[in-house]
């Protein structure tokens, strides 16, 4: 059952080999079923704005009392978007399988449900620092699926392992030595022999950890990337970044280290990094000075001479002392196509052609209202908060949070852009979600909120696009809210 | 260098001083009455903004308070420091330019490295003790400032993650100026911190008792087997926790 029988587009069907990126207009592949009619007909450019997002499903206690553990932090969709697994600051991972559709209502779309719970990672000890390590999950990324069993890797601040979710709908019955409730039979009562037979019996899915791969790094690990080879990963901390082969565990290869000689001349750090979708020799990495330096692994074994260097010269007139904090970059993605790159910094998010590195091609504003306030957030911290951003399958719009629960959505194609909430009080099934605005200055308008109104606590720092269909997961603190586009 | 001004429009204010005054900590130390009338002033309406060299030594003072404070038991966020550390460099260049950053030790001179910027914080406020005010240009001490940022910013955020206790110093730094004192000396260093984990640090590195275990690292095993005698004030559990870690149960 486990994925194989099912006829999805997605992850095969082109748009990861770069058919429908970037271009204006390009439709979806024909057979993702459950695409509304609208999108699907004559040349709508299927993005961010010309789709109604509606509410689907929210997940998460309702409680205003926050427990620190149910914090979400990471949320990832699998290459085919049946599984959507999250991370919490507990340690545990949570993944939800989207249900077959109801063959009787066919514009119904499919409903995530729980599929499998368990602790990923535990809080440790280090030790020779006397300081404790974190079992926040940082980042979780799924493996293609190549037989039955689901794969992925969940990563804490130093330890990265490999997860294998496998279900079971089969017991043996019927063992010689051991009695159905276990117990072990005296050999020397047993006059006959029989052959175990293999009854069904309710679903269980088990997850198990097949490798841990530990003590390669120093600092705290704040990406990892799957290769396109399907054979390596990357995992990158603040000054180093490490080649994995998913087989081995106990050696990796640094393949970037930008740790200075005397750490008193440390000035700038690693804040993401990522392997290209299709070139299996290419990767890029983030820096906190706003920088994007793309390594070609053929060109030498220690990448730590770029093949290119992407950065976009200040502003002078903008210029402060919070300048370079804003630009630090907190997420860099490649698109499904391959050929661009969008990077996060704190207050927009730029679409880089990887064939320019002069500046970006797109730099869309998230909340602009919030550079006149720097020094407050400098001061209470929020500054330093690290948003995601993601791509939507076709490559056309992009997505990113924001506070008070606010996520921005963006259409490269028509240039629209709109803001969105993620609240219990827009949670009715199948109901659209609302635009929101936030109020620069001046009078406010009715439905409008200002900007010292909103709620800095209220972050949304992760969110997830389905591959291949307009379904996004936004995570809001300990809630996860899943949304999808309004079937005709 | 100016901070950032509003948007075009705005009433022309520096960014410690919006157009709505409450929205700016009230943590943040004034340095005189006259920024008292400007705060007063912030509320009521228009505010005269405050000069420009106060402004950047009021982020100077905020950013070095904010390199001092870490997280108790997890290691502090490198970007987070080395973006903090970045800001601070950055004034700091400014000021020599301008003249304005006095010289207090040699170490000081000129560029100071990150770590030494810090240390020498810590060493002057044992100094100045002795001096009274000196001419270090560098903050008053961060307990006084970190416990008093009120709960109740309109923004909902509480500094707890700041406040948490009073380890208020990573324990780098601690470790690194414990080799250059003497244990007299080290009572001084602690005396600010909440006693507890003085104790679970002092457990840990076998330092109770003044006992040198030499350099690098102490036996862990032989010192953890017998917990600290009444000496240790700390929460049980704690210690519990800490002796099943050493002893790896």
């Not at chain 1, 990357?234 to 970044?241: C, K, V």
């Not at chain 2, 997890?74 to 420091?81: A, G």
Request: overall charge negative; proline content about 5%; glycine content about 8%.
């Amino acid at each position: 059952m486990a994925g194989e029988g099912r006829a999805r587009g997605g992850a095969g069907a082109g748009l990861r080999a770069g058919v429908l990126g970037g271009g204006a207009g390009r439709e979806r592949a024909p057979d993702a079923p459950g695409v509304s009619a609208g999108a699907g007909g004559g040349g709508c450019p299927a993005g961010g704005n010309d789709l109604q997002w509606c509410f689907s499903q929210v997940k998460g206690a309702i409680d205003e009392d926050v427990a620190e553990a149910d914090i979400i932090s990471t949320v990832e969709f699998n290459y085919s978007g049946d599984l959507l697994a999250t991370g919490d600051k507990g340690g545990r991972v949570v993944i939800f399988q989207r249900e077959q559709e109801n063959k009787s209502r066919p514009h119904s779309r499919g409903e995530y449900n729980v599929y499998s719970t368990f602790q990923s990672h535990e809080p440790e000890f280090d030790y020779l620092k006397s300081l404790e390590i974190e079992e926040k999950i940082n980042k979780i990324r799924w493996l293609p699926q190549q037989n039955a069993a689901h794969f992925l890797l969940s990563t804490n601040d130093k330890t990265i392992k490999l997860w294998k979710i496998s279900e079971r709908d089969k017991r043996a019955e019927g063992y010689n030595l051991k009695d159905e409730d276990g117990r072990l039979r005296d050999p020397f009562r047993i006059t006959a022999l029989r052959v175990p037979i293999l009854k069904p019996m309710d679903l269980m899915v088990e997850a198990s950890p097949r490798r841990i791969f530990a003590n390669a790094h120093t600092y705290h690990i704040n990406s990892i990337s799957v290769n396109s080879d399907h054979e390596t990963y990357l995992s990158a901390d603040d000054l180093r970044i490490n080649l994995w082969h998913l087989e081995i565990t106990d050696r990796s290869f640094n393949i970037v280290d930008i740790k200075p000689v005397n750490m008193e001349e440390l000035t700038e750090v690693i804040t993401a990094a990522e392997f290209h979708p299709h070139q299996c020799n290419v990767f890029v990495y983030s820096s906190s000075k706003g920088t994007i330096r793309l390594c070609d692994m053929r060109s030498s074994a220690l990448c730590d001479r770029h093949s290119k260097f992407f950065e976009e010269p200040e502003d002078p007139s903008s210029r402060s002392f919070f300048s370079e904090i804003i630009s630090s970059i907190s997420d860099v993605r490649f698109s499904h196509s391959g050929r661009y790159m969008m990077t996060r910094d704190y207050l927009s998010v730029k679409v880089w052609d990887l064939n320019m590195e002069s500046r970006p091609v797109e730099t869309h504003q998230v909340h602009e209202y919030l550079r006149s306030k720097l020094c407050s957030l400098y001061e209470n911290d929020c500054i330093f908060d690290k948003f995601e951003c993601c791509w939507g399958g076709s490559d056309s719009a992009i997505m990113t949070g924001s506070y008070n629960n606010f996520f921005r959505m963006f259409d490269r194609n028509t240039r629209r852009d709109v803001t969105l909430e993620a609240s219990r009080e827009n949670s009715k099934p199948r109901a659209s979600l609302k635009p929101r605005k936030v109020c620069t200055g001046g009078k406010r308008k009715k439905d409008e909120i200002s900007v010292d109104s909103l709620d800095f606590n209220k972050k949304i720092l992760h969110t997830a696009w389905h591959p291949a269909e307009n379904i996004i997961a936004v995570a809001a603190t300990n809630n996860l809210y899943i949304f999808q586009d309004k079937v005709n | 260098m100016p901070f950032q001004d509003g948007p075009a429009g705005a009433p022309r204010s520096g960014a410690l001083e919006g157009s709505e005054g409450r929205m700016f900590a009230r943590g943040l130390k004034r340095k005189s009455s006259e920024d008292a009338e400007d705060a007063d002033g912030g509320v009521a309406g228009l505010p005269a903004a405050p000069s420009y060299t106060l402004q950047r030594q009021s982020l100077l003072d905020m950013s070095l308070v904010k390199l001092q404070l870490c997280h108790m038991l997890v290691e502090p966020n490198l970007c987070r420091s080395v973006l903090i550390a970045n800001t601070v460099r950055q004034i700091q260049e400014e000021m020599t330019q301008d003249g304005t950053w006095r010289v207090v030790a040699p170490q000081a001179a000129g560029r100071a490295p990150l770590d030494r910027l810090v240390s020498t914080e810590i060493l002057c406020r044992s100094g100045r003790e002795q001096e009274g005010e000196g001419d270090c240009p560098l903050p008053d001490p961060a307990p006084g400032q970190a416990p008093r940022r009120p709960q109740s910013s309109p923004w909902g955020l509480d500094g707890s993650r700041e406040g948490r206790g009073g380890f208020q110093k990573s324990l780098d730094h601690i470790f690194e100026t414990l080799e250059n004192k003497t244990p007299g000396s080290v009572e001084e260093l602690f005396s600010d911190v909440d006693s507890s984990y003085y104790d679970l640090d002092a457990v840990l590195t076998g330092m109770v008792g003044g006992a040198p275990t030499g350099p690098g690292l102490p036996a862990f095993a032989p010192t953890a087997a017998a917990p600290p005698s009444s000496t240790c004030r700390s929460d049980l559990g704690e210690l519990e926790h800490t002796v099943e870690i050493l002893v790896e149960t």
